[in-house]
């Protein structure tokens, strides 16, 4: 991947495109950026839908590992998540999740967050299921 003009890492997203949403002026911190919560949960929405379509049924988010804020999300900015599953246990899954931002004036796309998010799938009593093997 290559250094953007704004410092950030531009190049093609892995994985799948899950959630696409505009960030707006309710989404933002004290400093007029956007927060770095409401950055995390779209992030642990696409992941969530992603475990769900895989596990085939209800999943609960248990740990973030490895969250990396690399630039600020603006107002106006297009989020883009993308998720690609990178493991697969008897329970759980590990969800790589990239947040990639259109900017608003310039149109480039640059990756501005990303982490893995392990998600465990539950039964409707909220226990611990098998993860279906893939067909």
């Known amino acids: 991947m290559a250094r953007s003009s704004t410092g950030g890492t531009t190049g093609e997203p ?40 895989r596990s085939k049924g209800r999943t609960v988010t248990v740990a973030i590992e490895a969250m990396t804020f690399h630039l600020p999300v603006f107002v106006g900015d297009v989020l883009c998540c993308y998720t690609a599953v990178e493991r697969i246990g008897r329970t759980s899954m590990a969800i790589n999740v990239e ?37």
Request: hydrophobic share 40%; net charge negative; no cysteine.
């Open 14 to 53: 892995h994985g799948n495109l899950v959630i696409r949403t505009l960030a707006m002026p309710s989404d933002t911190n004290i400093s007029g950026d956007i927060f770095g919560g409401w950055l995390l949960s779209q992030m642990d929405i696409a992941g969530g839908e992603t475990a769900v379509e």
């Open 99 to 135: 947040a990639w931002a259109i900017r608003r004036n310039t149109r480039e796309q640059v990756l501005v967050t990303d982490g893995v998010f392990t998600y465990v799938a539950v039964d409707e009593n909220r226990k611990s299921r098998l993860v279906p093997a893939d067909k």
